[in-house]
C-alpha cells in the first residue's frame, strides 16, 4: 500500500480542508472515516431532489473575506438568510429578539417603547434578585431575567434551553448565556456575518472538493485497525473524540446529543421557512427543520408537490450515539486540559475540530483555523 505524508482521521470539514492545504503544498494524504459517506455532520442526502441536512442544519457565515473567498473559490453559495422563527403556544415570533419579536410580543412599535419594556422587566428581576441578597447571577435563569426580563425568558428562552441540555434553567450554570443579542431594528437576520449561505447543490460538493486529491477510505475505525494504519503515514491528523484517543485514561469527556425524525411529506411547503423553534416545554423536539428552504427560493418552493422535515430531540449522549455538543463546565474543561497536556507532547500528532479540541466551531472557525496553521 502507499506511503503517505498524513494519515487524516475524520472526512468531516476540519479534515477535509487539511487534506486540501495539504494537497496544495504538494502533500500526499489518506483520509478515513468510520461512517460510509464523507463530511461528517456536514452530509446531506438527496430525499426527492431535496438535499437534507441529515444531522441538523448547518449554514456558513463569516466576516472573515478570506474564508469567504476560499470556500467560493471551491462551490458557489447561494444567498440563503437564516431567519428562524419560534412558536411558543402556537404563537409566532422573530428571531433573533428584534423589534418584529418586540412587536409580536408586546405591540410595542418604536424602539424607544422597546427599550422601555425591557427595562422595566429587567429592573423588577434585578429587585428581586437584590430582595433575596443576591449580588450575581447564580444561574442561567438569573441571566437571563437580568439580561432580558420575564416575557422573553419564560416564552422564548427557558422551555427551549432546558429541552436542549436536559435541566431546569436555575440548575445551568449563568456562563451559558453572558449575553442575549437585542436588536432594536426590524431585521431578522440571525447572523451579524457580512457572508452568509449554503453551497448550491449542498455541502456535499464542498467537502468533495476539498477531498479531490486525496485517497479516501470510508467505513474504516481508526481504533479497530490502527496498528496497521499508522505505519502507513508520517503523521496523524486526528479529529476525532480526544479522550477516546487516549482510552479514556482520565474519564470520559460529557456531551449533548441530538437525535432526528425525518418525514416526507406530499406537500410543496410544511412551514414556510426552514427553521422554527418549539419553545414551550410541552413540545418534546426543539425545532423542525424543513430542507427545502435553504436552497429553493420563491417560486421554486411550490414546483415541487413533495418536502422534507425534520424534528431535533435533544438528550444526554451516550456511547451508541453521536457527540454533538460539548458540556463546558468546570468538570469537563479541567478533564480535557487533561488530555490537552498529554496531545501537546506528541510530536507527530495533530489534534484538530470539535471533538478533538473539545469545543463548539462554526463552520468558518474551523476552515479559519486550518488556514492559520498552514500560514
Keep these: 500500500m502507499a506511503h503517505y505524508d498524513y494519515l487524516i482521521v475524520g472526512a468531516g470539514l476540519f479534515g477535509a480542508t487539511y487534506a486540501f492545504k495539504a494537497n496544495e503544498i504538494g502533500r500526499k494524504c489518506l483520509v478515513i472515516d468510520r461512517r460510509g459517506h464523507v463530511g461528517g455532520n456536514l452530509y446531506c442526502e438527496s430525499i426527492e431532489g431535496i438535499n437534507v441536512h441529515k444531522y441538523g442544519a448547518h449554514i456558513f457565515h463569516t466576516s472573515n473575506k478570506e474564508v469567504w473567498d476560499f470556500v467560493n473559490s471551491l462551490v458557489e453559495f447561494n444567498r ?39 427595562g422595566e422587566q429587567r429592573k423588577e428581576a434585578a429587585e428581586e434578585m437584590r430582595r433575596q441578597g443576591v449580588a450575581e447571577p447564580r444561574n442561567l435563569e438569573e441571566q ?54 449554503i453551497p448550491v447543490g449542498g455541502y456535499n460538493r464542498l467537502i468533495e472538493r476539498l477531498l479531490s486529491g486525496s485517497d479516501v477510505m470510508l467505513g474504516c475505525d481508526f481504533f ?72 429553493m427560493f420563491g417560486d421554486e418552493v411550490s414546483k415541487r408537490e413533495v418536502t422534507v422535515i425534520s424534528k431535533e430531540y435533544s438528550s444526554e449522549w451516550t456511547e451508541e450515539s453521536e457527540p454533538y455538543y460539548p458540556v463546558n463546565d468546570t468538570r469537563n474543561n479541567d478533564l480535557y486540559m487533561k488530555y490537552k497536556r498529554l496531545a501537546d507532547s506528541e510530536k507527530d500528532v495533530v489534534f484538530g475540530g470539535r471533538l478533538a479540541e473539545y469545543r463548539y466551531y462554526d463552520m468558518h472557525n474551523v476552515i479559519e483555523k486550518v488556514l492559520d496553521m498552514f500560514r
Design 80 to 118: 440563503y438568510t437564516n431567519s428562524p422563527v419560534a412558536n411558543y403556544d402556537g404563537r409566532l415570533y422573530n428571531l433573533p429578539f428584534n423589534m418584529n419579536t418586540f412587536y409580536q410580543m408586546w405591540g410595542t412599535i418604536t424602539p424607544l417603547e422597546a427599550q422601555q419594556k425591557i
Design 144 to 197: 437571563a431575567l437580568l439580561l432580558v426580563g420575564r416575557d422573553i425568558y419564560e416564552r422564548l428562552i427557558a422551555g427551549y434551553t432546558e429541552k436542549q441540555w436536559g435541566r431546569k434553567c436555575s440548575e445551568l450554570p449563568a456562563f451559558i448565556i453572558k449575553r442575549l443579542p437585542v436588536r432594536m431594528v426590524y431585521d431578522n437576520n440571525y447572523f451579524n456575518d457580512r457572508y452568509q449561505g
Design 224 to 295: 479497530d485497525h490502527r496498528d496497521k494504519l499508522l505505519p502507513l503515514a508520517d503523521k496523524v491528523v486526528y479529529t476525532g473524540p480526544i479522550d477516546r484517543y487516549y482510552d479514556y485514561r482520565y474519564g470520559k469527556l460529557e456531551y449533548r446529543t441530538v437525535r432526528f425524525e425525518h418525514e416526507t411529506l406530499a406537500m410543496c411547503n410544511f412551514q414556510g421557512n426552514a427553521v422554527v423553534n418549539y419553545t414551550s416545554r410541552a413540545v418534546p423536539y426543539t425545532r423542525i427543520i424543513e430542507h427545502k428552504h435553504f436552497e
